[in-house]
C-alpha cells in the first residue's frame, strides 16, 4: 500500500497535507482498499467546524457507509466538489484527486499527536 | 457466543484474495475483487457463489407428505418428485421463522434448503412438532453448496457435468465428480443459473472445476445487491416472525385453500381484516447516499415506516430499498422520501421487480 512520506497520518486511516495554516485531509490507500467501489462521498459543509477525532465526513461503499474522523481541529475552507460526481477517485487517486476537505487549522500542536508515515506503515502492517 | 464457522471452502477462498464478514456466525466471503464488478459478472457472464453456510434438512418418512404439509405455508401437492418449490415455516401467528426451498426427492423424500442463520431454529422448530413416521436429518454440516448464477451458467453446467443445465424450478440428482450431486435449477439473483448440493468431500474439486469453467468467484456483498434488484426477501431483514407472507407481497407462496398448515388461520384473518402494511420497492429519484436498512421513510415530513434493504444498484446506478408501508401508500408511484442522516431525499414505490435480468430467470 502507498504512504507517501511527506503526509501525517491518523490512526483511523485519514491523512493531512499541511500547507500553512491549512490542511488537506482525505483517507488512505489502504483504507480505499479496504472499502473497494466507494459509490458516495458526505463531505462537511464549508464553514463548519471539525474537531480531532470526530466525524467529518461520510464515504459510502457498496457495502457500507463510514465515518471519516477528522484528524485536527479547525474550520473547513473548502470540500471536494469533483467527488459529487466522480466519488471512486477516493479508490483511484486517494491522495490527490481524491482528497476530501481543506481546514484552517486551529490548533496546529495537534500534528504531533497523529502518526509518521513509518508509524502507519507499521499500523497497516 | 458461538465460535464463528467457516466452510470448507475457506482456505481456497482466502487465496484468492476473499475478504470476509460475519454473516449469520459464518465468516464468509464478502468479495472478491469487488462488489460492483462481481455483481456485473453475474449479470452479465457467470458468478459462483459458495452457499455451504445454508442448511439441509431432510425429512423422509410415510408421513412425511402429510407432516410437511402441515408445517409448510406453499402446497406441496404441486411439487413433482424432481422440483422445488419456494415456501415458508410460520408461526401460530402467520410471521416467518423462515423462507426456504424444498425439493421433492422422492414421493416421501425431501430436502429443505434453509438460511444459514435460521438452521438451529428451524431444526428445533420441526423437531418440536414432529410426528411417527418422519425422520428429520439435519445434514448440514456435512454438505456443501454453491450457486453458479449468470447467462453463461448453462454452458458452464455443460462443461463441468457434460449434460444439460436442470430447467428452473427442477432438479437432477447425478453421479458426478466421484460423488453425489444434487443440481438444482434455482437461484437467488434473478439470472438463469443452478445451485448443486454434495458432500464436503467434494468441494474442493467442484469448486475447481467451475472455477476452472470460467464463473468468477462473487461473495455475500454481490448476492446482496442481486437479490436486492430482484426484490427478493432476505430473512432476517425483510422478512421477520412478526411479519407475515402477505405483508412482504409473497402471497402466491402460501396456499391459503390448503387445510390445516400453521398459521393459516392468523393469516385468513389478515387477509380479512386486510393487512397493516406491505413491504414495497423503492428507487430514490435524486441524487442521495445509498440508501440503507432501518432508515424512516416519510411521507408529508411523517415517518410511514424504514427501510429493510437498501444499496446502490450496480446495474441501475440508483439507490433501490424496500420499505414496509401503510397499505394505502404502497402503491407505484407513490413519491415518499429517505432520512439519510438527516437529511430527507426523494424516492418512489416502483413496481417489483426493480430489475429485469435479460437472462429472465425472474417469473
Known sequence: MNVPDDLKYAETHEWIRVDGDTGTVGIT???QNELTDIVYVDPPKVGAT????????????VKAA????SPVDGEVVEVNESLSSEPALVNTAPYENGWLYKVRLAN??????????????AQIG | MEAVRRTVLFDQQKALGARCINFGGWEMPVQFTSIIDEHRAVRTACGVFDISHMGEVFVSGPKAFDWLQRMLANDLAKCPVGGGQYTFLLNDRGGVIDDLIVYRMAEDNFLLLVN???????????QKHAVDGTTIDNRSDTMSALAVQGPDAPR???DVFQCEMP????FVAMEKCRGAVIAAG??????????????????GDIWAAILKAGAKPCGLGARDTLRLEMCYPLNGSDLSPDRTPLEAGLGIFVALDKPGFIGREALLAQKESGPPSKLVALRMTEKSPPPRAHYPVLVDGQTVGETTSGALSPSLNEGIAMAYLPPSLAKPGQTVRIDIRGRHFAAVVEKKPLYRPSSARAA
Open chain 2, 186 to 203: 434455482t437461484g437467488y439473483t434473478g439470472e438463469t443459473g443452478f445451485e448443486l448440493f454434495f458432500s464436503n468431500a467434494l468441494a
Open chain 1, 66 to 69: 463510514s465515518d471519516i474522523y
Open chain 2, 156 to 158: 458452464i453446467f455443460r
Open chain 2, 167 to 170: 430447467a428452473r424450478n427442477t
Open chain 1, 29 to 31: 490507500d489502504h483504507a
Open chain 2, 116 to 126: 444459514a442463520a435460521r438452521i438451529e431454529e428451524d431444526v428445533s422448530w420441526l
Open chain 1, 50 to 61: 471539525v474537531s480531532a477525532g470526530q466525524p467529518a465526513a461520510v464515504v459510502e461503499s
Open chain 1, 108 to 121: 496546529p500542536s495537534q500534528l504531533d499527536a497523529l502518526k509518521s508515515p513509518d508509524d502507519y506503515r
